[in-house]
Each structure stands twice: as structure tokens, then as C-alpha cells.
């Protein structure tokens, strides 16, 4: 393994260790996020100050409003980062409000979504990248009703952000649509989480790459969940299939070497989402890659689906 990657890996722990024993009620996943997110930006995790913006936005917003429960635990880490944390979170709140008045319904998903717009569009672009996000999420919807819901906000505020064009995208959908639908065990809605974010990823041949990487998973008897896969789709094409999931198992071998919860507390594809997100931690890229923001909707996608299961166990 390399120096950078094990620095990387052994901030990701003690972060986890932290915030385990002083945030332990936001649970498991978002521990875990929080970890994966601080070691990305080489920083302890400001337990403290997280815990104050979370009180400063509970104070300006109502008991009902989107920003509660678990995604107020999962954004509150991402603005923990900001220099200007008390501008940032009033900048979210009238964003939100903006979004909600262009048409978009209350979502704890467009909660996420509102701080991503927020973090990447310039001032003067911002209201009219909330224009173009709810332009792209339509006409999307008008082509894939069945599988487009507001699990898509966040990857249609990142398609507006970038500036891809409506024509384009569904363009590119359709042909993907059409060579990933072959893929095993590949929902439409996982190809459309997919599709979306290959079509961010800076490598011309992401689309291709992505595919030879989940076959290579499938063959290693690895699945990848449904809620990772638009990360994959944004990070894929810097290493051969062998190449990266050896790059991944290290990781992943390590980690459970040094903590035991990463071993015996774990399902197998979350454990691969973590050595994912570390192995790209650890590289020296500068372009934008929203990792932290796709990192994000995938853990918090996670929990929806855990606290479904469990509810449909209990009515069973």
C-alpha cells in the first residue's frame, strides 16, 4: 500500500473512533461518513462545531422542515468545512427556499442537493443553475417517469452545474440505457444514477470503463449497492478492473487489520464503498469530482433503505 493511501486510511479510523464516541447517536453510516469525509480533507472531525451548526439551523428552521434527522447530521459535516459557516448556512436556507419556489417539492434529498448548488455555482450563476437543474430533472422525468424521482436532484444539480446540455444528456442516457440494461443485476434506476454521473466524469471513456470495472466486481462475486454506483460512475478510468480492486482490497484489508468494526460490523458492499472512496482520496487529482457530495447521497440512501427494511420486517 502506499504512504499516502495508509496517512489516508489511518486518519479515516481514528476519525471514525472520534466521532463514534462523541456523535454515536447520529449512527453507524454517517460515523462512518463523517470519518471518510475528514480524512479526504486531511482534518480531524470538528465534533464541536458540528454539533453548533446543527443547532443554529434547527433555530432557523421549523420543526417540520426538511432539514431534520439524518440529513441535517449528513450536511451539517459537509459545512463544518466552510471558512464562512454561519454565511453558508444562510445561503442555504434562502437557496432552498428558491428551489422550493421554482417548483421543486420539500425533500430531504433536495436538502443535499440545495448545498451542492450552493458550494459549486458561482453568485451570479446560482439562481440560474436552479433554473437549468429543474429543466434537466423534467425532461428526464418526461422520458424515465418510472425511475426518476428526487434520488435524482443531486446529479441533475451537477449536470446544470457543469453546464451539459438537456439534448446531450438524454442522448447519452438512451445509448447507455441500452449497453448497461445487459449488465446483471443492474435496476433501471441504477443505470440512471449511472448514466448521469459517467456523463460528469472527465474521461472519454468512462462509459466503457465502467462497465468492464462492474463486470470485474461481478466476477470477484462483489456487489456493488445501487445507492454507490454514481460514484463509481464520477471516479471510474484511472486504473485497469484487476488493477483497482486490488487497489481496493488493500485498502479494505488494512482497515479491518487495524478496527475490528470495519470486519465484523459491516455488510460487504459498504466495506467496498469505503475502500472506494479511499483509494480516491488518496490520488492527486485537482478537477472537481463531488465526491463528497455523491459520498453523501449514497450513505444517506443507505440509511432509507436500512430503516425501510427494517419496517417492513416489523409489518411482515
Known amino acids: 500500500m502506499e504512504i499516502t493511501t495508509k496517512k489516508i486510511c489511518d486518519l479515516t479510523i481514528k476519525n471514525y473512533r472520534k466521532v463514534r464516541e462523541e456523535l454515536r447517536y447520529d449512527g453507524d453510516y454517517i460515523n462512518h461518513l463523517a470519518a471518510l469525509i475528514y480524512a479526504g480533507a486531511k482534518r480531524e472531525v470538528p465534533c464541536g462545531q458540528v454539533k453548533l451548526i446543527r443547532s443554529s439551523i434547527k433555530e432557523k428552521t421549523s420543526r417540520m422542515s426538511s ?48 448545498y451542492t448548488l450552493v458550494k459549486h455555482s458561482k453568485e451570479k450563476e446560482l439562481f440560474s443553475n436552479m433554473v437549468m437543474m429543474k429543466d434537466i430533472y423534467e425532461i428526464i422525468k418526461s422520458k424515465y417517469r418510472n425511475v426518476t424521482n428526487d434520488e435524482d436532484y443531486l446529479e441533475c444539480a451537477l449536470l446544470s452545474i457543469n453546464g451539459i446540455k438537456k439534448e446531450r444528456i438524454i442522448e447519452h442516457m438512451d445509448n447507455l440505457f441500452r449497453d448497461y440494461s445487459e449488465i446483471e443485476n443492474l435496476s433501471k434506476n441504477s443505470i440512471q444514477s449511472l448514466t448521469m454521473a459517467v456523463l460528469l466524469n472527465k474521461n472519454k471513456k468512462a462509459s466503457y470503463e465502467v462497465e468492464k470495472l462492474l463486470i470485474e466486481f461481478e466476477e470477484e462475486d462483489v456487489k456493488i449497492g445501487h445507492q454507490f454506483l454514481s460514484l463509481l460512475g464520477m471516479v471510474v478510468g484511472y486504473d485497469k478492473p484487476k488493477e483497482y480492486i486490488k487497489k481496493v482490497d488493500e485498502v479494505i484489508n488494512y482497515l479491518c487489520k487495524e478496527e475490528g468494526e470495519y470486519e465484523f460490523y459491516m455488510d460487504k458492499s459498504f466495506r467496498v464503498f469505503i475502500g472506494i472512496v479511499l483509494v480516491e482520496a488518496s490520488r492527486n487529482i485537482k478537477e472537481e469530482r463531488y465526491i463528497n457530495e455523491l459520498l453523501s447521497e449514497g450513505v444517506y440512501s443507505s440509511i432509507i433503505s436500512k430503516n425501510q427494511g427494517v419496517f417492513e420486517e416489523r409489518l411482515a
Open 67 to 114: 432539514f431534520r434527522g439524518d440529513i441535517l447530521y449528513v450536511v451539517s459535516f459537509l459545512i463544518a468545512l466552510e471558512d464562512d459557516v454561519k454565511g453558508f448556512i444562510s445561503k442555504i436556507l434562502s437557496s432552498y427556499n428558491d428551489l422550493l419556489e421554482i417548483g421543486f417539492k420539500e425533500s430531504k434529498y433536495l436538502v443535499l442537493t440545495c
